[in-house]
């Protein structure tokens, strides 16, 4: 057990919807990572946030937004939603903003119907 | 930006003989290597890293290598066993928070 927690664990939806995807990371983390991990894609960063501020952004559609909140949980919005998004979402955490261990939760499934 | 290729993507071996997986790097200011196991069913799972200002780290059956001026890096797993069976991952960063992840490898280990 990594201290990760992510909700839900599965979503199912239909194209067009909107859904929120939560994650608190282990205690005394300020750095929360999102990922995305398709079939054919393996693992892509989408977003860090660092005590409530962005910090760096990757691959993130403009369909996708997310934010951190003052009691350091984060949530990753997904909205417009396709075929294409379905896929595993991964939220990971980290004490600081240094190059150091990330600790993955067990991931959210999406799948869009 | 930065692109992390990993090979091979599938790995299969036999109960006791070692693993090897390379992943090479394009931007030559990356510095931060970090190698992730994922179980089945669940999120990844840091096994090791390595700075780029080390050439090689061993933590028990598990060591990395890396070359800056070749710009690949290595997992080494030896005495494998079969709950060593898992994707494993290779990732690179320069700077905090931005990392790159290989495509992974399926690594099965055969009792």
């Known amino acids: 057990d990594s201290g990760v927690t992510q909700t839900p664990k599965h979503l199912i939806t239909a194209t067009g919807q909107r859904v929120t995807l939560r994650c608190s990371p282990r205690?005394?983390?300020?750095?929360v990572y999102w990922y995305q991990q398709s079939l054919d894609q393996g693992l892509q960063f989408l977003i860090q946030?660092?005590?409530?501020?962005?910090?760096a952004k990757g691959n993130i559609l403009e369909r996708f937004s997310a934010q951190q909140f003052p009691d350091l949980h984060s949530e990753l919005n997904l909205s417009s939603l396709e075929l294409g998004d379905s896929a595993l979402y991964f939220c990971?955490?980290?004490?600081?903003?240094?190059?150091?261990?990330?600790?993955f939760g067990p991931g959210t499934r999406l799948l869009v119907l | 930006g930065e692109n992390v290729e990993q090979h091979p993507s599938t790995l299969s071996v036999q109960e006791g003989d070692s693993a090897v997986i390379k992943c090479t790097y394009s931007?030559?200011?990356?510095?931060?290597f970090p190698w992730y196991k994922q179980e089945l069913g669940k999120g990844p799972q840091l096994i090791i890293d390595?700075?780029?200002?080390?050439g090689e780290k061993k933590d028990q059956r598990i060591a990395v290598t890396l070359n800056k001026t070749a710009k690949h890096f290595s997992l080494h797993i030896t005495e494998t066993q079969p709950e060593d069976s898992a994707v494993y991952f290779c990732?690179?960063?320069?700077?905090?928070?931005?990392?790159?992840f290989g495509d992974g490898t399926t690594l099965t280990v055969k009792p």
């Open positions: 205690s005394g983390d300020l750095s």
């Open positions: 390595i700075r780029s200002n080390v």
């Open positions: 931007d030559s200011a990356s510095n931060y």
């Open positions: 990732a690179a960063s320069k700077r905090a928070g931005k990392s790159t």
């Open positions: 990971a955490s980290s004490s600081g903003t240094e190059q150091e261990t990330q600790y």
């Open positions: 946030y660092y005590n409530g501020e962005e910090r």
